[in-house]
């Protein structure tokens, strides 16, 4: 059997991931959201707040039976505000650093505590952001916390590359630019707030955004494929 646990199941990129993976009935997916996502066969569904640390630090990966493959993708973001410093709110603030970071740091250290002593195929896949490497002007807390996922995965790499744990496979990979909600929130801020609005609004209109189940696809290949894995941290768009 392949398990697969995904953080932001409920739509978007980590939705199609859920639909993709149904098409193989040896797949068990388990999904996190705030949204319920109704249970069905090879899927079940766990409602939880990734901005809350206690909650997610609580979550329990359960023992797997008969495991081949054992997958977490750590999906979920959120962009809450998009201002420049002065004009934060320190509570969004910290939620964004949260969900964005806190959390898949939090799920890979309990997912490999869980999971080292399996015999299984071991992957942690972070769905990290170009703009964790170039700064964006009202994107302050997102760049930083997708930069942030970035290093904590290189290091997560380097250590189980020096074994300190059994074999992980560690990867942070970027989507690109992808139609989903994130690109409406985007798209809903203001130039004042925001120099490259005018940018986002005709990646749309030219259909330059990916389509979710595409890009899912691409992510579920490379897991699939580890031989085609450039390296640590890319973009779907290097493959
Ligand atoms: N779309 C793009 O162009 C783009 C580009 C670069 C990177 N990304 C990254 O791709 C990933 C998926 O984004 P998307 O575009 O699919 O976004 P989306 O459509 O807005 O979906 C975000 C998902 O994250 C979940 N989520 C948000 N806050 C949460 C919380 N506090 N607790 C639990 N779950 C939470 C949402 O579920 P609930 O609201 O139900 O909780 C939802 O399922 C994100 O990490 C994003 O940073 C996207």
Not at 107 to 135: C, D, Q, R, W
Not at 144 to 153: N, Q, R, V
Not at 167 to 176: C, Q, Y
Not at 214 to 226: E, F, G, S, T, W
Request: proline share 3%.
């Amino acid at each position: 059997m392949n398990y697969y646990f995904i953080t932001g199941a409920s739509r978007g990129i980590g939705k199609a991931l859920v639909n993709c993976l149904q098409e193989d009935s040896n797949n068990h997916v388990t999904g996190i959201s705030r949204t319920p996502v109704p249970d069905h066969a090879g899927y079940r569904h766990i409602i939880l707040d990734l901005a809350d640390t206690t909650a997610v630090a609580d979550f329990k990966f359960a023992a797997l039976e008969d495991a081949r493959k054992i997958v977490l993708i750590n999906n979920a973001g959120a962009i809450s505000e998009i201002k420049p410093l002065g004009r934060l709110d320190n509570s969004q603030v910290a939620r964004d650093f949260h969900i964005n970071l806190v959390a898949p740091a939090i799920l890979m250290n309990n997912f490999i505590a869980a999971y080292s002593s399996y015999e299984a195929e071991k992957i942690t896949v972070n769905v990290s952001s170009g703009a964790g490497k170039n700064p964006v002007d009202g994107w302050s807390t997102y760049c930083a916390s997708k930069a942030g996922l970035d290093m904590f995965t290189r290091v997560a790499d380097k250590e189980a590359v020096l074994n300190r744990y059994s074999e992980f496979k560690m990867l942070s990979i970027a989507p690109g630019v992808v139609d989903t909600q994130m690109q409406e929130e985007i798209r809903a801020s203001n130039e004042a707030d925001f120099s490259h609005i005018a940018d986002f609004e005709n990646y749309k209109k030219s259909g330059k955004l990916a389509n979710a189940e595409a890009v899912a696809r691409k992510y579920l290949y490379l897991i699939d494929n580890p031989e085609k894995i450039p390296g640590v941290v890319f973009s779907v768009n290097d493959i």
